[in-house]
């Protein structure tokens, strides 16, 4: 149940075989008070209405080709826009193999929605791990990070992320904790839904259609 006055991204604890996963982080909390589940049912969203919010904007981070890429340059589509790691053992694969189920059920649709992943761990994800780890998922699947001077701490308060290594064991070997959960663009590039981690492929595809048809 959500805390007056404060909005929490629901996350999950992944323990795979020889990893554990990415530990429960709690995003900050949001600057208005968060939709009530009366509020959710009327805007007909599955996920929570963010669009009173007032989080997210435009950002620059560098794609799967090592291209400067803006999120403004997906205007006049949908986005779901979701942050992790490559090297995430459960949380990110389960998410992403979830986007790309509702792009499916989207059908003709899915030509209007953009999936975009940005990696909180740009210290091992370069543009060409990023490209390829979701391009597994589906082709057209955009992976971000940080390069040179990207300013990944400022998008990352855009979006109220929070991220931070854990069981380190040296430079190149570590975990991330960090929020789950996705956000869902209008066709403005404005912040409209957040899906908590779990909901379905059917929910995401739900909402988008209706962001499509706003």
Known sequence: ?????????????AVPLALPGCKPQEAVPAAS?????????????????????????????????????????????????????????DVCPTELLTYSDALKQLGSDADDVAVVFVSVDPERDTPE??????????????????????????????????????????????????SAGTYLLDKNSEVAVFEPYGNTAQQIADDIRLLLKS
Not at 1 to 13: E, I, N, Q, R, T
Request: aromatic fraction near 10%; include cysteine; hydrophobic fraction near 40%.
């Open 33 to 89: 008070a968060p939709a009530s589940e009366a509020a959710v049912a009327v805007a007909g969203f599955h996920g929570v209405d963010m669009l009173k919010e007032g989080i997210g904007g435009d950002f620059t981070l560098t794609d799967g080709d090592g291209k400067p890429f803006s999120l403004s340059s997906l205007k006049g589509k949908a986005v779901i826009l979701s942050f992790g790691y490559t090297h995430c053992p």
């Open 129 to 178: 791990l990023i490209g390829k780890y979701v391009r597994q998922f589906n082709p057209g699947f955009i992976g971000l990070t940080a390069v040179g001077g990207q300013d990944l701490p400022l998008v990352k308060q855009q979006y109220r992320v929070v991220s931070s290594k854990a069981q380190q064991q040296s430079d190149k070997v570590y975990l991330v904790d960090h």
């Open 1 to 13: 149940m959500l805390k007056p006055g404060y909005f929490y991204m629901l996350l999950a604890l």
